[in-house]
C-alpha cells in the first residue's frame, strides 16, 4: 500500500470511527455516552495532531513533545559497534531491537519514550559519539545496522521516568 493509500486509509478509518462513536452515543446509556465522549476525545486528539510531511505520517496525540529533527544510526552487540560492552545498556537492561535507543541523556533523559516515524522506542542507552541531536537504534545484527546507515527524522518526547 503505497504512503497516499495509506493516509487516506487512516483517514476513512478515522471518519468511520468518529461515526460509529456517535451512533453508540444516542443508544446507550448515560454512562456509556460518557466513555463514548472520551473515545471520541482520544480520536480528536490524534486526528488534530495527525499531519502529512513530506513522505512521512505522523499521528501524534497532544501530549507528546516535538524534539527536533536528530541524526539516526544504527548499532548492534557486535565488538565494532559497542565497543565491547555486547548487549548491555547504560541502563543495565539489556538491550532489545526494535526498543533500545542510545541518546544523550542531556537531551532525553534515561527511561523515556520517544517517537519515532511512527515507532516507539526507549532511551536505555549511550555512547561516545551519541552528542546532541542523535540518536542510535539497536538492532539484532550487524548487517542490519550498517544497512540502516545514517538517516534524518523527526523525534518526539511521549513519556520522561
Known amino acids: 500500500m503505497s504512503r497516499k493509500e495509506n493516509i487516506s486509509f487512516m483517514i476513512g478509518f478515522t471518519i468511520t470511527t468518529l461515526f460509529l462513536c456517535g451512533v453508540l452515543y444516542f443508544n446507550n446509556t448515560e454512562k456509556e455516552q460518557e466513555e463514548t465522549i472520551t473515545v471520541i476525545a482520544e480520536v480528536e486528539d490524534v486526528l488534530s495532531a495527525s499531519n502529512y510531511k513530506g513522505e512521512q505520517i505522523y499521528t501524534l496525540s497532544n501530549n507528546r513533545e516535538f524534539l527536533g529533527n536528530f541524526q539516526l544510526t544504527a548499532y548492534c552487540g557486535c565488538w565494532n559497534c559497542s565497543e565491547g560492552y555486547g548487549n548491555g ?15 544523550d541523556p542531556e537531551v532525553i533523559p534515561y527511561g523515556s519514550t520517544v ?7 526507549v532511551a536505555e542507552d549511550c555512547g561516545g559519539a551519541i552528542v546532541g541531536n542523535r540518536i542510535d537504534i539497536y538492532h539484532s545484527t550487524h548487517k542490519e545496522a550498517v544497512e540502516f546507515g545514517v538517516q534524518y527524522a523527526d523525534v518526539w518526547l511521549s513519556e520522561v521516568r
Not at 517517537?115 to 522506542?121: C, L, S
Request: aromatic share 10%; charged share 10%.
Open 89 to 103: 545498556t547504560a541502563t543495565g537492561t539489556i538491550a532489545q531491537p526494535d526498543q533500545t535507543i542510545a541518546v
Open 115 to 121: 517517537y519515532i516515524d511512527g515507532n516507539m522506542y
